[in-house]
């Protein structure tokens, strides 16, 4: 593998699209992100991490709702939200900036377009897999198929408002996967065949 590979991983909610992502790193040896992003986001604002931690859970796109849940439009003239996604964005530049890894989430493989070696892969699985796995997250209070679409219409409304591109279009991704049928380990084991087939082109 080329130095400096940077790997994105995006998901369906429940999709095991977290575990394809730390398998990855981990067959690489290579660093993994994902929410701890919020707790380096929380230190470098200043603001807590729990504030933060909400917020992600709630990815939105409303000004309006950062307003009404939180009471304050943050500093800089942006609103809560905006300033978590500035911040994090600017965290996942500067830890690509240092080496190979592995982003799941976070709009990693739009911030990071221009890299000369990033590889971007959307997992996805069929409700009834997915909700298999979600009945096992405990931050999930009730796994249900309305559950799992409403946290999916979050990511993508996060996505698309911040983007401009259409969060599992299939156009903006090297592969879309499907975990249910593959499996984490056959999953990865194709992403690295991918990966090393287009290093030699």
């Given at each position: 593998m080329k130095a400096n590979t940077i790997i994105t991983i995006s998901r369906q909610y429940g999709s095991q699209g977290r575990e394809v992502g730390q398998e990855l790193a981990n067959r690489l040896g290579i660093p993994y992100y994902d929410r701890d992003l919020i707790t380096l986001a929380a230190k470098e604002s200043g603001f807590s991490e729990d504030l933060f931690d909400q917020l992600d859970r709630r990815a939105t796109n409303s000004f309006l709702y950062s307003l009404t849940m939180?009471?304050?439009a943050g500093i800089n003239g942006l609103s809560l939200t905006d300033q978590l996604y500035v911040?994090?964005?600017?965290?996942?530049?500067d830890l690509a900036a240092?080496?190979?890894c592995v982003f799941v989430g976070r709009c990693a493989d739009y911030i990071l377009r221009k890299e000369p070696e990033i590889y971007n892969?959307?997992?996805?699985?069929?409700?009834?897999?997915?909700?298999?796995?979600?009945?096992?997250?405990?931050?999930?209070?009730?796994?249900?198929?309305?559950?799992?679409?409403?946290?999916?219409?979050?990511?993508?409304a996060y996505y698309n408002f911040y983007t401009g591109q259409i969060w599992g279009n299939a156009a903006n991704y090297d592969m879309c996967l499907d975990s249910g049928v593959l499996g984490v380990s056959k999953v990865v084991d194709m992403i690295l065949e991918y990966i090393d087939i287009a290093q030699k082109e």
């Open positions: 939180f009471g304050s911040t994090q964005r600017n965290i996942i530049r240092k080496g190979s892969f959307f997992i996805k699985a069929p409700m009834e897999k997915r909700l298999e796995h979600a009945k096992d997250d405990p931050k999930v209070p009730e796994a249900t198929k309305e559950t799992l679409e409403k946290l999916d219409k979050q990511r993508s």
